[in-house]
Structures are given as structure tokens and as C-alpha cells.
């Protein structure tokens, strides 16, 4: 079973970056995509980015070019590099599988503000 447990939020000022990092508790070698969720407050939760087991990315409008998704297949980690950040990224960054099956982990807050 798929238990995500995300790590590296903090609080950032604008322009700044950040790496967030996702440990799975099982192999992810066989999932065909993961991906980086967030949910900020009083909006939905989205996808942001997604990367398959053979590292091809995508990512939602207006994070390609600040955000880069990685997954390392045998660490079993998913890492979310996110460069040049705004206020408007400020929310709380899950990862998941894509399309979700798993349940959602605690995440990790991310704010960006000066």
C-alpha cells in the first residue's frame, strides 16, 4: 500500500525556493505516475505536477519552468523542486499517486510571503 510522507515545506519569501521531498513506504517502481498535489485555502485540491516511471514530466499551467518533478525509483522518493515561488503557491503540497489511489498523507505547508 501507497503511504506518502512529505517533507520540506517552510515558509519562503517571494522569488524564493524551495525542495520538497516525498518518501513511499513501498515500491514505486511498478506505479506508472506520480505526482505532487496542493491544496491552498479555500480552493480545491489540484494536481501541479506528474512524472512516470520513465521521467516523462508534466506539469499544470504556470509551473512549467519554476517547478521540477523527479522520482527516484529506487530510494521509492518523488521530489518537487520549486523555483521563483509566489504568494499564490502558498498552500499545503501532497504527493500522491496519479491518477490518486492512495490515501492522502499529512503534507507539507508551503508559504511564501515577506
Known amino acids: 500500500q501507497v503511504r506518502p510522507v512529505e517533507s520540506g515545506g517552510g515558509l519562503v519569501q517571494p522569488g524564493g525556493s524551495l525542495r520538497l521531498s516525498c518518501a513511499v513506504s513501498?515500491?514505486?517502481?511498478?506505479?506508472?505516475?506520480m505526482g505532487w498535489y496542493r491544496q491552498a485555502p479555500g480552493k480545491q485540491r489540484e494536481l501541479v505536477a506528474s512524472?512516470?516511471?520513465?521521467?516523462?514530466?508534466d506539469y499544470a499551467y504556470g509551473m512549467e519552468g519554476r517547478f521540477t518533478i523527479s522520482r527516484d525509483n529506487e530510494q521509492n522518493t518523488v521530489n518537487l523542486q520549486m523555483n521563483s515561488l509566489k504568494p499564490e503557491d502558498t498552500a499545503v503540497y501532497y504527493c500522491?499517486?496519479?491518477?490518486?489511489?492512495?490515501?492522502w498523507g499529512q503534507g507539507t505547508q508551503v508559504t511564501v510571503s515577506s
Open positions: 513501498r515500491s514505486i517502481f511498478s506505479i506508472n505516475a
Open positions: 512524472v512516470t516511471t520513465t521521467g516523462t514530466t
Open positions: 500522491n499517486t496519479y491518477p490518486r489511489t492512495a490515501s
